[in-house]
């Protein structure tokens, strides 16, 4: 149960475990955990988490509420996985 909302880490800490729960995956844990984030109170909560963070603000948000995520882009379309260790598009679709 989420007890505090953002930009506590509640909601994120429990998303992992019902993920850990759902899947079987008891490895799982937040420095392994990407999020995506387009809020400054998301990016702190995700971060508050001990997770990784991309923020994808909407364009007109203030760009000195940008900067503490691990990583900011202009558009998702600018994800790069194989940054984070993950499989590339490419690899995917194949």
């Given at each position: 149960?989420?007890?505090?909302?953002?930009?506590?880490?509640?909601?994120?800490?429990?998303?992992?475990?019902?993920?850990?729960?759902?899947?079987?995956?008891a490895?799982?844990?937040?420095?392994?955990t990407?999020?995506?984030?387009?809020?400054?109170?998301?990016?702190?909560?995700g971060?508050?988490?001990?997770?990784k963070?991309?923020?994808?603000?909407?364009?007109?948000l203030?760009?000195?509420l940008?900067?503490?995520?691990?990583?900011?882009?202009?558009?998702?379309a600018?994800?790069?996985?194989?940054?984070?260790?993950?499989?590339s598009?490419?690899?995917?679709?194949k």
């Open positions: 149960m989420v007890k505090q909302g953002k930009p506590a880490p509640d909601i994120f800490l429990v998303a992992l475990d019902q993920l850990k729960q759902a899947t079987g995956r490895e799982l844990e937040p420095a392994k990407l999020v995506f984030e387009d809020a400054p109170s998301g990016v702190d909560a971060l508050a988490a001990g997770m963070v991309v923020m994808v603000p909407d364009p007109n203030d760009k000195k940008c900067g503490k995520a691990d990583e900011d882009l202009a558009s998702l600018d994800f790069d996985p194989s940054k984070w260790g993950l499989a598009y490419d690899d995917v679709a």
